[in-house]
Protein backbone atom coordinates (compact mmCIF):
# COMPACT_ATOMS: atom_id res chain seq x y z
CA UNK A 1 0.00 0.00 0.00
CA UNK A 2 0.85 3.63 -0.86
CA UNK A 3 0.48 5.28 2.68
CA UNK A 4 0.52 3.15 6.11
CA UNK A 5 -3.21 2.31 6.10
CA UNK A 6 -4.66 3.60 3.20
CA UNK A 7 -6.03 1.07 -0.01
CA UNK A 8 -5.90 3.63 -2.98
CA UNK A 9 -7.03 2.74 -6.90
CA UNK A 10 -3.41 2.34 -7.54
CA UNK A 11 -3.02 -0.19 -5.06
CA UNK A 12 -6.39 -2.26 -6.59
CA UNK A 13 -5.11 -1.87 -9.64
CA UNK A 14 -1.76 -4.01 -8.64
CA UNK A 15 -3.39 -6.44 -7.04
CA UNK A 16 -5.52 -7.29 -10.09
CA UNK A 17 -2.43 -7.24 -11.96
CA UNK A 18 -0.51 -9.77 -9.79
CA UNK A 19 -3.79 -11.60 -9.11
CA UNK A 20 -5.68 -12.65 -11.85
CA UNK A 21 -2.66 -11.03 -14.29
CA UNK A 22 -4.74 -8.10 -15.79
CA UNK A 23 -2.09 -5.38 -18.10
CA UNK A 24 -1.91 -2.74 -15.34
CA UNK A 25 -4.29 -0.46 -17.91
CA UNK A 26 -6.90 -3.10 -17.75
CA UNK A 27 -6.82 -3.10 -14.11
CA UNK A 28 -6.67 0.29 -13.59
CA UNK A 29 -9.42 0.61 -16.44
CA UNK A 30 -11.58 -1.95 -14.45
CA UNK A 31 -11.32 -0.14 -11.19
CA UNK A 32 -12.46 2.99 -12.55
CA UNK A 33 -15.18 1.30 -13.92
CA UNK A 34 -16.51 -0.51 -11.01
CA UNK A 35 -16.04 2.84 -8.96
CA UNK A 36 -17.83 4.75 -11.55
CA UNK A 37 -20.99 2.00 -11.72
CA UNK A 38 -21.21 2.74 -7.95
CA UNK A 39 -20.72 6.63 -8.40
CA UNK A 40 -23.42 6.29 -11.17
CA UNK A 41 -26.06 4.39 -8.78
CA UNK A 42 -25.49 6.62 -5.38
CA UNK A 43 -26.17 9.75 -8.20
CA UNK A 44 -29.29 7.92 -9.21
CA UNK A 45 -30.67 7.25 -5.90
CA UNK A 46 -30.00 3.84 -5.63
CA UNK A 47 -28.06 2.10 -2.40
CA UNK A 48 -25.10 0.50 -2.99
CA UNK A 49 -24.85 -3.16 -1.46
CA UNK A 50 -21.24 -5.66 -2.17
CA UNK A 51 -22.36 -8.97 -0.58
CA UNK A 52 -19.67 -10.08 2.47
CA UNK A 53 -18.31 -6.18 2.29
CA UNK A 54 -20.72 -3.75 3.35
CA UNK A 55 -23.92 -1.37 2.04
CA UNK A 56 -23.54 2.33 1.24
CA UNK A 57 -26.63 4.09 2.03
CA UNK A 58 -27.96 7.94 1.00
CA UNK A 59 -29.73 9.96 3.62
CA UNK A 60 -31.66 13.18 3.72
CA UNK A 61 -31.37 15.06 6.77
CA UNK A 62 -33.79 17.23 7.64
CA UNK A 63 -33.17 21.19 8.69
CA UNK A 64 -31.88 21.45 11.97
CA UNK A 65 -31.00 23.85 14.66
CA UNK A 66 -27.19 23.24 15.20
CA UNK A 67 -25.14 25.44 18.15
CA UNK A 68 -21.68 26.57 18.03
CA UNK A 69 -19.49 25.64 20.75
CA UNK A 70 -17.46 28.07 21.31
CA UNK A 71 -20.01 30.94 21.35
CA UNK A 72 -22.95 28.78 22.42
CA UNK A 73 -25.36 30.62 19.28
CA UNK A 74 -27.96 28.78 17.42
CA UNK A 75 -27.38 28.51 13.72
CA UNK A 76 -29.63 26.56 11.57
CA UNK A 77 -28.03 23.78 9.99
CA UNK A 78 -29.27 23.18 6.21
CA UNK A 79 -30.94 20.12 5.02
CA UNK A 80 -28.37 17.85 2.89
CA UNK A 81 -28.08 14.37 1.59
CA UNK A 82 -25.20 12.37 2.79
CA UNK A 83 -23.77 8.90 2.22
CA UNK A 84 -23.14 6.47 4.96
CA UNK A 85 -21.95 3.19 4.87
CA UNK A 86 -22.77 0.23 6.89
CA UNK A 87 -20.26 -2.87 7.23
CA UNK A 88 -21.72 -6.47 6.74
CA UNK A 89 -21.79 -8.85 9.48
CA UNK A 90 -18.96 -10.66 8.50
CA UNK A 91 -16.85 -7.76 7.92
CA UNK A 92 -17.85 -6.73 10.99
CA UNK A 93 -16.49 -10.25 12.47
CA UNK A 94 -13.43 -10.08 10.39
CA UNK A 95 -12.15 -6.63 12.09
CA UNK A 96 -13.42 -7.04 15.27
Given at each position: ?56 V ?6 R???N ?12 R ?15
Amino acid sequence: MADAGTLTRADLAEMLNRQIGLSRADAAAMVESILDHMTDALLDGDNVKISGFGTFVLRDKAERIGRNPKTGVEVPITPRRVLTFRASQGMRQKVK
